[in-house]
T-cell receptor, first 116, second 114 residues
Framework: DTGVSQDPRHKITKRGQNVTFRCDPI?????LYWYRQTLGQGPEFLTY????????KSRLLSDRFSAERPKGSFSTLEIQRTEQGDSAMYLC??????????????FGEGSWLTVV | AQSVTQPDIHITVSEGASLELRCNYS??????LFWYVQSPGQGLQLLLK??????LVQGIKGFEAEFKRSQSSFNLRKPSVHWSDAAEYFC????????????FGAGTILRVKS
């Protein structure tokens, strides 16, 4: 079990540029989640996938944000035309499908985005 | 809507003293409850979880939490705090209807005095 891996860990970009983050979940976890965390706040849910299907998107996920999980393994989160308000840590997490008794969601180390 | 309240933004305790971090939740069904810890600039590490059964759950690093349905609370405790426990602690409720996504509280920053 290698844990949830995220890349890059840090990204500084100019306003208006596009950025992409990658997440590799724990192998055989079929659920993958993206969260956003700003300073002084708890993580906020953005979206989740079950296998390759994106099953829910938060209202926080504006049309500048897009997430994919093309083969049900790794996932990418792209932010187009970045704004300073996008500066945050983007957390990826994964879990196995609940068996009726709940399951545990494991988080990666996060990808820090700074928009200047 | 589901929500989690952590009333204390900051808590300072002396090393060796006991600790209790408060968490209250709002959720219409039987909750799945979690405590995570986050060191600066790092991701979240699971401390413990409650799904069902015994309302007192044990976690890693000597932490425990007690689920009290009547008070809608899931407070985290540790009998003797170590300097390495200084971090931010997040309580979360799992929303089963939506893929078990987590709704987090705003966190409590723990400072440990030597």
């Amino acid at each position: 079990d290698t844990g949830v891996s995220q890349d890059p860990r840090h990204k500084i970009t100019k306003r208006g540029q596009n950025v992409t983050f990658r997440c590799d979940p724990i192998s055989e976890h079929n659920r993958l989640y993206w969260y956003r965390q700003t300073l002084g706040q708890g993580p906020e849910f953005l979206t989740y996938f079950q296998n390759e299907a994106q099953l829910e998107k938060s209202r926080l996920l504006s049309d500048r944000f897009s997430a994919e999980r093309p083969k049900g393994s790794f996932s990418t989160l792209e932010i187009q035309r970045t704004e300073q308000g996008d500066s945050a840590m983007y957390l990826c997490a994964s879990s196995s499908q609940p068996s009726g008794t709940g399951n545990t969601i494991y988080f990666g180390e996060g990808s820090w985005l700074t928009v200047v | 809507a589901q929500s989690v309240t952590q009333p204390d933004i900051h808590i300072t305790v002396s090393e060796g003293a006991s600790l209790e971090l408060r968490c209250n939740y709002s959720y219409g069904a039987t909750p799945y409850l979690f405590w995570y810890v986050q060191s600066p600039g790092q991701g979240l590490q699971l401390l413990l979880k409650y799904f069902s059964g015994d309302t007192l759950v044990q976690g890693i690093k000597g932490f425990e939490a007690e689920f009290k349905r009547s008070q809608s609370s899931f407070n985290l405790r540790k009998p003797s705090v170590h300097w390495s426990d200084a971090a931010e602690y997040f309580c979360a409720v799992g929303v089963m209807e939506y893929g078990n996504k987590l709704v987090f509280g705003a966190g409590t920053i723990l400072r440990v005095k030597s």
